[in-house]
């Protein structure tokens, strides 16, 4: 809705920003969705894990929906096993702590923190929109 | 003639008894040294199986939420609160500087723009900043 309504039309872009608080499957699944970033596949895997598909979970279910995306898999498991987006996940990570982030999710817009409601969202871009 | 004969059939009988037994050696030696051979094959069969069925259940319990929770919960549980036992990254580590630039490859998600980890134009004035997790 507010991808449709801001971001589609122009006046927002809206960036993901990895936090992982609950422990390691959330790292688990930051770092899969950053290794399919590596290919250009961040999004549907971000989708995917959004919809809290458990099936993501295990070997089997992951390499069945990287291949969906079309993602080389070899190249896929290979940054899994290196954990080569760990430190940029952690960087993150870091970035949010200092930034006063202590749950997910957190709202920035231009940078104030919000309320991660629709409304408070729409509104907060909706003001920054009509500021001077 | 008889005792011609005798001594045939007794000479018979010990060849028959010597054949026997010359047969039934190397039957039992060789019977006796397969069996730890196809045991120590069978062994390491049986140990490959077993590891890489442990393999299998270690990547399975790496990516089985429900077992890292259990895992994680009984961490908790076991240590006293005094050590640290916390196993999300730790940021203070994280050279920022250091880490290397994501890649940005452009491209559509549902009709919108993307570039990585972002939706939209560049040029747009206002920037939503999503922290989130995946669980």
Sequence with gaps: MLIEQFVASGQARYEFRYMPVLGDPAVYAAVAVACANEQGGFWPLHDRFMLADETLFSEAGLRRQVEFDGLDYDIFQQCMLDAATLPLIQASYGEGVERGVEGTPTIFVNGVRVDHSYDAIADAVERALNAP | ?135
Excluded: N, W, Y
């Excluded at chain 2, 026997?20 to 045991?39: F, I, N, Q, Y």
């Excluded at chain 2, 990547?59 to 259990?70: C, E, L, R, S």
């Design chain 2, 1 to 135: 003639m008889r005792g011609l004969v005798g001594v045939l059939v007794a000479l018979a009988v010990l060849l028959a008894a010597c054949g026997s037994a010359d047969d039934v050696e190397p039957t039992g030696t060789e019977t006796s040294e397969r069996a730890p051979r196809e045991a120590t094959v069978g062994q390491a069969q049986q140990q490959q199986q077993s590891q890489q069925s442990q393999q299998i259940q270690a990547v399975q319990q790496q990516a089985d939420p429900q077992q890292v929770g259990q895992q994680e919960q009984q961490t908790v549980d076991d240590q006293p609160a005094a050590e640290p036992s916390d196993p999300e990254p730790q940021p203070e580590a994280v050279d920022h500087s250091a880490v290397a630039p994501e890649p940005s490859i452009v491209g559509t998600h549902k009709g919108v723009r993307s570039e990585g980890r972002t939706l939209g134009l560049a040029a747009a004035p206002v920037l939503i900043e999503h922290f989130g997790d995946f669980t």
